[in-house]
Each structure stands twice: as C-alpha cells, then as structure tokens.
C-alpha cells in the first residue's frame, strides 16, 4: 500500500514516513498541493491515502481535497487532514467535503499510526 504524504514542511514528511515505515506502507512524498495533485493525477491508482496538511502555500490542503473529491478518479482515495487546524468549523467543513480522518497537530506516533490504520483498514501494526 502506497500513501502519499502533502505537506510543506520537510520535517513534518519525515515524521509522517517513519510511521508509515513502522506500518511496512510506502510512501511518496509532495511539498505542496499543486505538486500533489500533479503526483494523483498521473498515477492515482498507485496512491491508497492521502495524508494532507491544510496550510501550505499555492494550493491550501482543503483545496486539494475537494478537487480530489471531485475527480471522478480520484474520489475514492481515501482522504485524512493532518494539520493545526483543530477549530471544529474546520473539522467539520473537511468531513462535508470527503475527509475520511482528520489528525491535529501536535499528535503521536502512536495516534497518527492508529488513524493510518482506521483509514486503510489494514490489521497489526498499531
């Protein structure tokens, strides 16, 4: 199973990868929403989850899920927000647009390979 990991902080990525690693997931990785769309819309069959941070530069990761929830071939890739926007308007505006998780930061390993889990259904690991 391959997640992509969108978020503009390089150290975030490798937080998030080294959970996904501890799930024996693979992982590719875009910095920004824009890049991330171009990376699903080549090769969307390849991606199982979207990990998306909300606040990045160019494209916001709200954005970039409801262009994703809109693509008829994308749609069905499920879909978890992981970002500092822990308002409920925000939770709530990404759940009525097809999030399927939603993580707050700061989180744990812990917390972010359970939601990983939840996500993709995938047994052991967490």
């Known amino acids: ?8 902080s390089s150290v975030m990525r490798k937080v998030i990868k080294a959970a996904a690693d501890v799930l024996d997931l693979s992982t590719e990785e875009a910095q920004d929403g824009i890049e991330a769309l171009e990376i699903l819309s080549q090769r969307y069959e390849e991606i199982d989850l979207v990990l998306l941070d909300w606040n990045m530069p160019g494209k916001t990761g709200f954005e970039v899920l ?3 929830k809109s693509n008829d071939k994308m749609k069905s890739i499920p879909v978890m927000m992981v970002t500092t926007e822990g ?14 998780n939603y993580l707050v930061k700061p989180f744990t390993i812990d ?16």
Do not use: F, Q
Not at 87 to 100: L, P, Q
Not at 111 to 126: Q, Y
């Open 1 to 8: 199973m391959k997640i992509l990991i969108v978020d503009d």
């Open 66 to 68: 409801e262009e994703i």
């Open 87 to 100: 308002h409920k308007t925000s939770i709530v505006a990404a759940v009525r647009a097809g999030a399927d």
């Open 111 to 126: 917390e972010l390979e359970s939601k990983i889990v939840e996500c993709i259904g995938k047994g052991g690991g967490a």
